[in-house]
């Protein structure tokens, strides 16, 4: 337990502050930087431009380089040279004795901009003659990727029916309440940097900053303390890692920056625009799908945001037995700020296409929301599935599922209370949302793993230490490990301590992302203490005169059959002193290291191209009660529910924290988070006033209910816990109040469902309605 | 603008009157910091003085005097919550004290002059003060002079000026029997409003005899449209009625703020929604 040290409480003697300056302008042509007037601040020690730092450093590395899949790469530089592609891009930076310094004189620096049109709209950059984001590219595309499966011209041609739902959802992101931090310590006497900072991916990142600071490897430490959230945000590629280390070893001086909240709200995610196609039966069987999909990425940057857009097409169709698929992704650059990594990672937008267009033919065939979901669900003896895009889904019981959630929320309850409400003249909503989250996710030739290794001592004394290479975004997997470890040694729980996230002690591994930490982090963990178990039960054995079948550890106390007992403290000090008698039947120290690598990842290409880049599928329910009013357009949630198949459960309190706060994210992006733009694409959203997360009033009674279909292929049955729940909530909120304003006919599919946006939904509907009535 | 800002902090009315007349524009009164410091902290203000009139002990609380209640401008809103005075005599104001956004933290430290001396048009204090007919209380040049909150209230542009200070808001109590409410629509919990009335109704058995009617949120500056509604007097509140006053409080927004509370079409229709509850709260409380 203890107290929780962030990285900001990280500060060393002599430690500097940096300020960056941005980009007040989303295109533009840099004529000049002028930094004299910041250099003649007192205080200031050193200024940098963007001239001097791309000689310096490399540019930066991509975490997942779109060149290697066939797309287009930019050259990604810390501060930006000759040109800006977007409001908020890093031009230039001040180091001080103090922030506040910093901050003055940074804007002392004049920088003569040449302003030029931005694109901002995705569908205007791919217009011929639209202005150029990366200025040597042909095209605003980093690449277009098919999905195709079957023959969904036939499916087309054989439906009752077509569906068509425009999904449009916004720019929203994930906001830690801790922003970046990253404080760099340069050692002159060994020429080493140590990088204290919220990484999610320590060992990857140091490879990344051995390439853009001309450094080897085993001259530079990462160390990750306790982080503050991260959902996917503190995946590596911003400018600031590497300048940071840059700056300390030119100033000799621990340069600490930490981001502040506008900042923090220019990294974007997930603004797609779906056209969906459903081809239908009139039962409501789902033939064919169609969506050539566009992805507003932002301007090109080397974290791993963009490929959001990839998995939203991979994951299609979701937990449905469609095989015709007809689905495109356009991943487009703009001028508008990047992207990186959010929860979710592009499968939350996979289910708000689905779940809404399904709703949307549901009430088009007036078919009951629930029937057609289960109509066209993958059966539960269909399983392991292949996808038909290459996926291979390990386990589920989709139905059960929902059974489960409906049963959670009180569904014919609701039902029944909509119908009394209506006649009062309220509006209550019942909605249906539906995720598949593939989790653990990883791609060839990049630094997404599919694997992970951890060490497991146990000290003469017989405390336990765990290193992990998996790290934690603060979402508990370190209590799991630890109860993995407590379990598989037989040892109490509190004997343990987890070490993650420093280069220098743990072993190689890959971090926190894609819901793995646990499966493989857990994983490897559990066969390194299976063999540091087996040589303490071979002492013990000695020194009990026993077979070593015959003796066993629970808790500490270790005991053989004939009924004798001894403390684990004195077997393992006698494992390492008395390493030639008692305890030469052993290799000392107690101490292993292994690495779990779960099966059914496939990297090499199918007959059609398709690799599935994942071991687990974790999948839930979601079913939202609300009540919208009106005069108003506000949404009230009354009630929700989820029920969760993430494989065993290792820890209820810690899988349900997850859960919980995926919906909390849902029902934002749902309603409020939004992240705006003016004309010139200048970004409007500042702060917390502007960026509008859900308050806890705003939050309803959430009822979760788990049904495991434990994973075949992974450690005791695991799957991801923690990414899943975003989309399916986010759509339950959607569906259920466009059911609410069925009477209407309001149908939204562009999020968010702001108040004014609902009430304008509603006015346009009435709208219409009365000229159907005057035309008739 | 300053790296290195002057702090002063006078103990007295007087002290106070005096450093800010001796002062330029760059001068930053600072009470409860609730809207000072997070643009200090944003970057966004970095003024050369700070005068701090937190010690001046002569601007804080409520008391009665020559029939009127007089709440100096460093009073809390939390104090103007609780207050036995400002429950008991002025319960539209206490009421609104309770609905500003921020949580406890906002409600222990902000003041009720902050709150209106920044004049920001999302704020919850002054539409009730001003169906309330209040006035207040500015010291400049040495000498204190009293005006009204709606005469104050003409330009959001100006405000009191860095060398006047506001001392303290008078009121009269509510008139016995007179309904009131204040109803606040807001997009999300805690947040700003996006759009809120504050109502005093006096009736006449079941006839409206007058009826006074503040909306904030919906434009630069909150609106007295008592005017506009005069014709409600002497009628009986019917779904009617209410129909028709939402429509010309909407008429009556002219010019209707578009901000992330929300585009200007819905905020204007929202000014006729809370409007119509408003009157229809205070009208079911009035005896």
């Known amino acids: 337990m203890g107290e929780a040290v962030y990285t900001n409480d990280f500060n060393f003697p002599g430690q500097l502050h940096a300020h960056v300056l941005r980009s007040p302008h989303a295109a533009a042509k840099i004529k000049s930087v002028d930094v004299s007037g910041a250099e003649k601040v007192s205080g200031v020690v050193r200024v940098m431009e963007g001239a001097e730092a791309a000689e310096l450093l490399n540019p930066i590395p991509h975490y997942i380089d779109p060149a290697v899949f066939g797309g287009r790469s930019a050259k990604i530089r810390c501060l930006a040279k000759d040109h800006v592609w977007c409001f908020g891009q890093p031009v230039a930076v001040v180091v001080a004795e103090d922030k506040r310094t910093a901050r003055y004189a940074a804007s002392r620096i004049v920088v003569d901009y040449e302003v030029t049109t931005p694109v901002i709209d995705p569908e205007e950059a791919v217009k011929d003659g639209a202005p150029k984001v990366v200025p040597d590219w042909d095209a605003n595309m980093i690449m277009q990727v098919p999905f195709a499966n079957g023959d969904a011209d036939a499916a087309f041609e054989a439906a009752d029916r077509v569906i068509k739902t425009d999904v449009k959802v916004h720019r929203f992101s994930t906001q830690p309440i801790e922003t970046r931090t990253y404080n760099a310590v340069y050692d002159a006497g060994t020429e080493s940097v140590t990088l204290y900072g919220t990484v999610q991916n320590p060992h990857p990142l140091r490879n990344v900053l051995s390439k853009i600071l001309r450094m080897p490897e085993n001259k530079i430490r990462i160390h990750a303390p306790v982080i503050g959230g991260a959902f996917g945000m503190k995946m590596h590629g911003h400018p600031e890692e590497g300048l940071m280390c840059l700056l300390s070893k030119v100033t000799k001086r621990p340069v600490k920056w930490v981001e502040d909240r506008e900042e923090c709200l220019l990294i974007g995610a997930r603004e797609q625009v779906h056209s969906v196609e459903l081809a239908v039966k009139d039962d409501g069987t789902i033939l064919g799908l169609r969506d050539h999909y566009i992805a507003n990425t932002g301007a090109p940057s080397a974290c791993p945001g963009w490929g959001m857009a990839f998995l939203t097409g991979l994951t299609m169709p979701g937990p449905y037995a469609v095989t015709d698929l007809d689905v495109m992704l356009s991943a487009v650059v703009t001028n508008k700020p990047s992207w990186n990594a959010s929860r979710g990672y592009g499968k939350e937008v996979t289910a708000l296409a689905l779940e809404l267009s399904i709703e949307h033919a549901a009430r088009e065939l007036g078919i009951d929301p629930v029937d057609i979901r289960m109509k066209n669900f993958i059966a539960k003896d269909q399983f392991p599935y292949d996808s038909p895009t290459g996926l291979i889904y390990d386990s589920g019981d989709y139905a059960g599922v929902l059974e489960k959630a409906l049963e959670a929320v009180g569904y014919e309850d609701w039902k029944a209370q909509q119908a009394q409400a209506r006649k009062e003249g309220r509006y209550i909503g019942i909605g249906i949302g539906y995720e598949l989250t593939p989790e653990g996710g990883t791609l060839p030739g990049t630094m997404v793993a599919g694997y992970d290794s951890s060490s497991v001592r146990v000290g003469p004394d017989g405390s336990v230490r765990v290193l992990t290479g998996v790290t934690t975004p603060g979402s508990g997997n370190p209590t799991g490990i630890a109860q993995i470890v407590a379990d598989e040694l037989g040892v109490p729980l509190d004997s343990i301590e987890v070490v993650q996230g420093d280069t220098t002690t743990c072993p190689y591994g890959f971090g926190n992302s894609s819901g793995r930490s646990t499966i493989v982090g857990g994983g490897s963990a559990a066969k390194a203490a299976q063999e540091v178990r087996a040589k303490i039960i071979k002492v013990a054995a000695a020194l009990l005169q026993a077979k070593d079948e015959d003796v066993t550890m629970v808790n500490g106390v270790i005991s053989s059959k004939g009924g004798a007992s001894i403390d684990l403290e004195e077997v393992c000090y006698a494992c390492y002193t008395r390493a030639y008698d008692v305890a030469s039947v052993i290799e000392p120290p107690l101490e292993a290291t292994a690495t779990f690598k779960p099966g059914l990842v496939r990297h090499t290409p199918n007959e059609k191209g398709q690799i599935n880049p994942y071991p687990s599928y974790s999948n839930a329910a979601y079913v939202a009660i609300s009540e919208v009013d009106v005069d108003t357009g506000q949404v009230k949630l009354l009630k929700f529910s989820a029920a969760h198949d993430c494989g065993k459960v290792i820890n209820p309190i810690l899988v349900e924290g997850q859960a919980c706060g995926a919906i909390m994210f849902g029902i934002g992006g749902a309603m409020s988070e939004n992240i705006e733009f003016d004309a010139n694409g200048r970004q409007l959203t500042k702060n917390f006033m502007d960026y509008v997360m859900p308050r806890i009033g705003d939050m309803p009674h959430v009822a979760l209910a788990h049904h495991d279909s434990p994973n075949p292929v992974t450690y005791m049955g695991l799957k991801g816990a923690g990414e899943a729940g975003v989309g399916g909530s986010a759509a339950a909120v959607v569906n259920s109040v466009n059911n609410a304003l069925s009477s209407f006919g309001v149908m939204m599919t562009e999020l968010p469902l702001t108040a004014p946006r609902v009430w304008a939904a509603i006015q346009e509907a009435k709208k219409s309605a009365g000229s159907q009535r005057e035309g008739a | ?287």
Request: glycine share 10%; proline share 4%.
């Open chain 2, 1 to 287: 603008m300053s790296l290195y800002p002057v702090f002063a902090r006078p103990r007295s009315l007087d002290q106070a009157g005096e450093v800010l007349g001796s002062l330029s524009s760059g001068a930053m009164i600072i009470a409860g910091g609730q809207e000072v410091m997070p643009s200090v902290n944003y970057g966004m203000l970095m003024p050369e003085v700070y005068v701090d009139i937190g010690q001046v002990k002569e601007l804080r609380g409520i008391t009665e005097a020559d029939g009127a209640i007089h709440i100096g401008a460093l009073t809390v809103h939390r104090d103007v919550q609780d207050s036995d005075v400002t429950r008991s005599q002025v319960p539209l104001l206490a009421y609104a004290a309770a609905q500003v956004g921020g949580g406890w933290q906002v409600h222990n430290r902000g003041t009720i002059g902050g709150n209106i001396v920044s004049m920001h048009p999302l704020y919850d204090i002054v539409p009730s003060l001003l169906a309330l007919d209040a006035e207040v209380d500015v010291l400049k040049d040495g000498t204190v002079d009293r005006v009204s909150l709606s005469d104050l209230m003409k330009d959001a542009s100006h405000g009191l000026g860095s060398e006047a200070l506001l001392v303290r808001v008078v009121i009269k109590p509510m008139p016995s029997g007179a309904g009131w409410a204040y109803e606040k629509l807001k997009i999300t919990a805690g947040g700003y409003g996006s759009a809120n009335a504050a109502a005093i109704v006096a009736m006449d058995g079941d006839k409206i005899a007058s009826l006074r009617l503040v909306v904030g949120a919906v434009s630069e500056l909150p609106q007295d449209l008592s005017q506009v509604l005069s014709n409600c007097f002497g009628q009986v509140w019917s779904d009617s009625l209410a129909s028709a006053l939402e429509a010309k409080v909407c008429d009556a927004i002219s010019n209707p703020l578009s901000d992330h509370q929300g585009d200007g079409n819905w905020r204007k229709a929202m000014a006729g929604v809370v409007a119509r509850r408003a009157v229809a709260a205070a009208i079911a409380k009035a005896r």
